[in-house]
C-alpha cells in the first residue's frame, strides 16, 4: 500500500528495548525501569526527544539474566518517552507514546548488554475508512471507552487529548489489539500487517467469536 510520491524511509540507528509485550503506534507503554543498561539509555531519549525501539521477545526476559540469550522479533515500534519521574535512586517510572513502525536490518548487543540496531523505518498505517460491514466493531469500541470513561476506568493506552479515530481501520484495529488479552505472538502478527483493513478484519473475527459484536 505504499504510495509511489511518497520518499522512502531512511535507515537510522537506535537503542532497543525487549519486552515481553508488544506496542502499536500511537500506543501507551508505563516502564519501570532499573536495570543499569536502560537508565542512562531513558534518559538520553527523554532530554534529546529521541526514540527507542521496542520489540518483542521470542527468547529470554525482560530482565537480564546471566548467561541467558535474548531474543526478539524483527519488526518493532519506535517509542517516545513522554514523561519522566525519578522515584529513588536508580528506579525510573516512565510512561511512553508508540511511534512508528520498523524493521531491523542488523543487531548488536554492547558489553553492558543495551541493544542496538539499525532499523528501517515502516512507513505508517494509510488512513482507510472503516466499511460499513465492520462498523459494528467500531461502534462497539466506542461503547467500552464511554463505559470505561464513566467508570473513571480510562484504559492506560489513552493519553489525554488523544484524537479518536473510529473512522479509521489502523486506529481502531491497534485499540482493539491493545484491550483483548491476546497472546503476544498473535499480537505481534497482528502489529506487522501492512494492510490495516486486514487487521480490523481479524479482531473483528475474534471479537464475533467472543460474543462482544454480533455476527452480520
Not at 23 to 31: A, C, D, K
Not at 171 to 185: F, G, K, Q, Y
Request: charged share 20%; hydrophobic share 35%; glycine share 6%.
Amino acid at each position: 500500500m505504499s504510495n509511489p510520491d511518497t520518499p522512502t524511509p531512511q535507515p537510522q540507528r537506535l537503542p532497543l528495548f525487549p519486552l515481553g509485550t508488544v506496542l502499536f503506534p500511537l500506543g501507551q507503554l508505563p516502564l519501570r525501569i532499573f536495570e543499569v543498561r536502560y537508565l542512562d539509555m531513558i534518559g538520553k531519549c527523554y532530554r534529546n526527544k529521541t526514540p527507542f525501539g521496542v520489540v518483542s521477545l521470542t527468547q529470554g526476559s525482560e530482565v537480564r539474566r546471566p548467561g541467558e540469550a535474548e531474543e526478539f522479533h524483527p519488526i518493532g515500534t519506535m517509542a517516545y518517552v513522554d514523561s519522566l519521574e525519578t522515584v529513588q535512586s536508580g528506579l525510573l517510572m516512565v510512561r511512553c507514546t508508540g511511534g512508528d513502525r520498523f524493521r531491523i536490518e542488523r543487531s548488536e548487543q554492547l558489553p553492558h548488554g543495551l541493544w542496538t540496531a539499525s532499523v528501517q523505518p515502516i512507513e505508517p498505517d494509510q488512513k482507510v475508512p472503516v466499511p460499513p460491514d465492520l462498523d459494528g466493531t467500531s461502534q462497539a469500541l466506542e461503547r467500552l471507552l464511554e463505559t470505561l470513561s464513566q467508570r473513571e476506568e480510562a484504559p492506560q493506552f489513552l493519553s489525554p487529548g488523544t484524537k479518536l479515530q473510529f473512522d479509521d481501520c489502523g486506529w481502531v484495529s491497534n485499540r482493539w489489539c491493545e484491550l483483548l488479552p491476546l497472546a503476544p505472538a498473535t499480537k505481534q502478527r497482528l502489529m506487522t500487517l501492512d494492510n490495516p483493513l486486514v487487521r480490523l478484519e481479524l479482531v473483528s473475527d475474534m471479537l464475533t467469536k467472543s460474543g462482544i459484536t454480533p455476527s452480520m
